[in-house]
């Protein structure tokens, strides 16, 4: 039981900062141009030198919908962290981590929402670019929503022993 305690321990840490990474490097979406290689984060272009990123008006607030939500998905992982702490060393024998299960399905649910907004209205939508493709950030993600959500689980299935 201790083995799985640290597993889970170590991917949650993992996952928080995959999160950091994919919120603020800027490679969301890497493309060509006559340029060089642009890339494209949450809050930046990036050619040689890194600008702030205009988007359409209309898509405006779908970016901030998907800052917001990956903002968020990074607060309630930590606060899930920091209250698996608090319940291992408070809570009783044969408790449940349900308060921690639940912190970490809705920071699932807030990087859903997240990555789903920006695949619909951002994914290979920049002008005069060729082959557009996903950058790491993205990918990193995708896998923090794999691991958020078998981590959640986890934790509402596991007991203290």
């Not at 890339?39 to 209309?58: D, E, R």
């Not at 981590?97 to 649910?109: I, K």
């Not at 920006?118 to 923090?144: D, E, M, S």
């Given at each position: 039981?201790?083995?799985?305690?640290?597993?889970?321990?170590?991917?949650?840490?993992?996952?928080?900062?995959?999160?950091?990474?994919?919120?603020?490097?800027?490679?969301?979406?890497?493309?060509?141009?006559?340029?060089?290689?642009?890339?494209?984060?949450?809050?930046?272009?990036?050619?040689?030198?890194?600008?702030?990123?205009?988007?359409?008006?209309?898509?405006?607030?779908?970016?901030?919908?998907?800052?917001?939500?990956?903002?968020?998905?990074?607060?309630f992982?930590?606060?899930?962290?920091?209250?698996?702490?608090?319940?291992?060393?408070?809570?009783?024998?044969?408790?449940?981590?349900?308060?921690?299960?639940?912190?970490?399905?809705?920071?699932?649910?807030?990087?859903?929402?997240?990555v789903?907004?920006?695949?619909?209205?951002?994914?290979?939508?920049?002008?005069?670019?060729?082959?557009?493709?996903?950058?790491?950030?993205?990918?990193?993600?995708?896998?923090?929503?794999?691991?958020?959500?078998?981590?959640?689980?986890?934790?509402?299935?596991?007991?203290?022993?």
């Open positions: 039981m201790l083995v799985l305690l640290a597993g889970i321990f170590v991917v949650h840490i993992a996952t928080v900062i995959m999160l950091f990474v994919s919120t603020i490097a800027n490679v969301w979406m890497v493309s060509s141009s006559s340029f060089g290689t642009i890339s494209t984060g949450l809050w930046l272009l990036c050619n040689k030198t890194c600008n702030q990123l205009s988007v359409k008006s209309g898509d405006e607030t779908s970016l901030k919908v998907v800052q917001a939500f990956m903002i968020l998905s990074i607060i992982s930590v606060v899930a962290l920091v209250l698996f702490i608090i319940q291992l060393f408070t809570l009783e024998k044969g408790k449940r981590f349900y308060m921690t299960g639940a912190v970490m399905l809705v920071c699932w649910m807030c990087i859903l929402i997240a789903s907004i920006y695949t619909a209205r951002f994914t290979g939508k920049t002008q005069y670019v060729t082959n557009p493709h996903h950058g790491y950030c993205f990918i990193l993600a995708w896998i923090c929503f794999c691991f958020s959500f078998i981590i959640g689980i986890l934790y509402l299935v596991l007991r203290k022993k």
